[in-house]
């Protein structure tokens, strides 16, 4: 993952919408979005959104 200020500051806005929720495992949901974003290859504002996008 490209790790920038803009990546940084969406990671943490994603860990604090997210913090108390978990999936239908029991696995913190936050891992989703990043696990999507670290798959990520692509320009920075493309992986800083990624995690902000289930947030809408």
Known sequence: MLYTPATKKAMKLCFAAHKDQVDKS???YV???FHLA???QDEQMTI???PLYFLI
């Open 31 to 33: 891992f989703h979005p």
């Open 38 to 40: 670290e798959q990520m």
């Open 26 to 28: 029991g696995v913190p």
């Open 48 to 50: 800083a959104a990624r």
